[in-house]
């Protein structure tokens, strides 16, 4: 999309951007966790994005499906998880701006139901990606590599000690979903595929005018010439 499209896109609808999505995003992750804790079953039964199910009319798991929170594990762990989100994801809404921000998230999230549900139309309802729930853990992947795309040099504290930067974090985790995905299911390598729409949003956003591509091109260039002179 060329600036002048995006700026008259922009101009015409982001009076609905919601301001702090990441805030609501996250309080709606806690109630998840809290619905996990005291009944598993019913995210799953009500809330889960089952594309056979949407196509039958039940449209609002489009929307319920971020109930889910960005990682499922102990008590402690799903609640650091949270706080991690909300975390990069304020830092991404206040640096883009709130439409921004929303076009990001909405758009990751919305191009892979849609994505899933024409899958269901051509494999079949009773297909597995038509009955198995899409869980978006996947997607949320998404929302840390734009932060390491936005702030490379962020730091993060494995294990509250060892200080590491976003952008090695970022490829560490790459290197672990390429794996993932070329070891996997080809149920998970569609949902792996779909989490990296979001990247590509990314880039549609934040590279209207190619600064984004000419940034890159310009660090490869630097890395070439300290290779040659190595």
Do not use: C
């Amino acid at each position: 999309m060329s600036e002048r499209g995006y700026r008259r896109f922009k101009s015409k609808f982001q009076k609905y951007a919601i301001h702090d999505l990441a805030l609501y995003v996250s309080i709606i992750f806690a109630v998840g966790l809290l619905i996990q804790v005291t009944n598993p079953m019913f995210y799953f039964e009500k809330f889960s994005f089952v594309p056979s199910l949407v196509l039958r009319g039940e449209i609002w798991r489009i929307f319920t499906v971020i109930f889910y929170p960005p990682a499922m594990s102990d008590l402690f762990w799903t609640m650091l998880a949270i706080l991690v989100w909300f975390s990069m994801s304020r830092s991404l809404q206040y640096w883009w701006g709130d439409f921004d921000f929303n076009v990001y998230f909405f758009g990751s999230l919305f191009l892979s139901e849609a994505v899933l549900l024409i899958l269901t139309l051509v494999m079949g309802r009773d297909s597995a990606i038509g009955i198995l729930p899409f869980l978006p853990t996947y997607m949320y992947f998404s929302v840390f590599m734009a932060y390491a795309l936005t702030f490379p040099d962020a730091q993060f504290l494995i294990m509250f000690v060892l200080p590491v930067k976003a952008k090695h974090l970022a490829i560490v985790e790459v290197a672990i979903y390429l794996y993932e995905f070329l070891r996997g299911s080809w149920l998970t390598r569609i949902y792996i595929f779909l989490a990296f729409a979001g990247v590509i949003i990314y880039f549609i956003i934040q590279d209207r005018d190619g600064r984004v591509i000419s940034n890159l091109k310009w660090k490869f260039k630097q890395w070439q010439r300290r290779r040659n002179f190595r």
